[in-house]
């Protein structure tokens, strides 16, 4: 069973990340840079700042943000083989609603730190009457109410179990954390710790932006919610925020394009009224509607078209993104009147592709409506597009990588151009490393990205922004387990030795070099 299940993470994990490499493509195009007419006074030039983006929250992408190791979890139906849970029959609060006589579900939990380093005592508690069990789990004690077991050092993913559930009483709120663990405590001390490291924290994965499906305020994910990985509609805005305010971090917010006027004022009116007033909250419309692989592109070209706002698909969807954010922002721009400098209005787009940015930023007053502008700046895209006979000598492969920076950079000066020709602040959404791979060495990724030699790749790139371009980047991303095609975090597991980690310590010593 074990075996069963390592390998049905492992196969999520490969979906996931050829996933996020998919949507992060880069394409070729021109660069032209127009500029309006009468130029307006560039922004005076801000100390660099280093921001992070958050991992999907799944129990398999090792990050434990929630002191309950269910809240990255998903239901599965184990009667006979493991298969999703029919989703009508989870309640708003993630409890299953009913089983049938014979039938068990499952409930996938999230590594504790302390897990990798040695066994580990583990408590879940629950509310409700049934006969509960657990997968993966060793020493396993059962009592009304309240499960314990050994969470073996060795085992990648342990499962809470249901194997009846009284339908007047039915088990619900299950809890899992360290059995000497806060019990009231929402998130695992160490993440935030983590986190407080930067100066932002964008939420673009945990909001789910790239389904683009959230947008509906009647079904969002609520904060009582066992499981919040929130089927589409992302983690709980109530979370976000309460993060934010402990980590002392700039939440950037990833805003629903399909969001109408009430979820977008209920959602602003919730930051304006409980993010700590020291905070900025950024925030944007849609993720990378530039990006014809996003289901919010496709939207954004159909009603562009529609809308007859252009002559081609391209500057229809871009003057369609502009006009759906300025939208967006004017709600915004209500709710914060008492104090608007509180707020950062983002316009993004594709670095590599900097002159389709221009339909957008052209189009009407949009201008008068964003404080920035901001593309992801990744290198070593191509780096591997023909690798090498010899996969085993790296030495050739961090010099290309190294190169690789220069052209990342060159395409974003012309976002910096127009930045400054518009007045406005120039920002990177995303940024660090993008080397793919597809080839039959499954090794290489790994090697490539637990070398010393790219923490030095990253200390350059990090230290040219700083003296280029200053002002924020957001790196993506915090933490998830190496693929074999990609692996973009800077560790791999909470509480990883930082000397397994060049990425993250080369981070980690930009951020320390930029607050001296």
């Not at 009430?262 to 602003?268: D, I, K, L, R």
Request: with cysteine; glycine share 6%.
């Amino acid at each position: 069973m074990k075996r069963m299940l390592v390998l049905l993470s492992a196969a999520t994990l490969c979906v996931g990340i050829a996933w996020v490499t998919n949507y992060s493509k880069e394409q070729t195009a021109s660069n032209a840079v127009e500029t309006p007419a009468t130029a307006a006074t560039p922004m005076p030039r801000r100390p660099a700042a280093f921001g992070i983006n958050l991992f999907t929250l799944a129990y398999w992408g090792n990050e434990r943000a929630f002191m309950n190791l269910a809240a990255g979890g998903a239901w599965r139906l184990i009667t006979s083989n493991w298969s999703e849970l029919d989703p009508t029959r989870i309640d708003r609060d993630a409890n299953v609603k009913w089983l049938q006589p014979g039938e068990s579900v499952a409930l996938a939990l999230t590594k504790p730190a302390r897990a990798y380093k040695g066994d580990l005592l583990v408590r879940c508690t629950y509310d409700g009457k049934g006969a509960v069990g657990g997968v993966g789990m060793n020493g396993l004690r059962a009592s009304p109410g309240r499960l314990d077991f050994i969470w073996k050092s060795d085992n990648l993913t342990s499962h809470f179990r249901i194997d009846a559930s009284d339908p007047v009483d039915p088990i619900r709120n299950i809890d899992c954390r360290e059995a000497d663990a806060d019990p009231k405590a929402l998130f695992d001390p160490d993440f935030v710790a983590s986190i407080r490291a930067f100066k932002s924290v964008r939420f673009m994965d945990w909001q789910q932006a790239n389904t683009n499906m959230a947008g509906n305020w009647a079904m969002r994910t609520l904060p009582t919610a066992t499981i919040q990985v929130g089927a589409g509609h992302g983690v709980a805005l109530e979370h976000m925020v309460a993060l934010a305010n402990q980590a002392k971090v700039d939440p950037w917010f990833v805003l629903p394009w399909k969001g109408d006027v009430t979820y977008q004022e209920n959602f602003a009116r919730y930051v304006h009224d409980r993010l700590d007033p020291s905070l900025k909250a950024y925030i944007e419309v849609g993720n990378e509607v530039w990006n014809r692989d996003f289901p919010v592109a496709k939207q954004a070209i159909a009603e562009g078209m529609k809308l007859k706002l252009g002559k081609n698909e391209d500057e229809a969807r871009m003057r369609r993104y502009a006009q759906r954010s300025v939208e967006v922002f004017k709600v915004w721009e209500r709710v914060y009147a008492d104090n608007p400098k509180r707020v950062v209005r983002v316009l993004s787009g594709q670095n590599a592709w900097p002159d389709l940015m221009l339909p957008a930023l052209t189009f009407g007053d949009t201008a008068q409506h964003i404080d920035a502008l901001s593309s992801a700046v990744y290198f070593g895209q191509d780096l591997l597009a023909n690798p090498p006979a010899d996969t085993n000598n790296l030495t050739p492969l961090f010099a290309q990588l190294n190169v690789s920076i220069d052209s990342t950079f060159a395409s974003a000066s012309k976002f910096k151009q127009m930045a400054d020709a518009y007045g406005l602040r120039f920002i990177s959404y995303e940024g660090g490393q993008h080397i793919s791979y597809q080839g039959s060495d499954r090794t290489l990724s790994l090697r490539l990205n637990r070398d010393p030699r790219m923490g030095e790749a990253f200390r350059i790139f990090l230290t040219r922004w700083d003296r280029e371009f200053g002002d924020l980047l957001m790196i993506y991303h915090l933490t998830s387990p190496m693929g074999t095609s990609a692996s973009f975090g800077l560790r791999e597991y909470p509480g990883q030795p930082l000397s397994q980690t060049p990425k993250l310590k080369a981070v980690l010593d930009a951020i320390a070099a930029t607050r001296h």
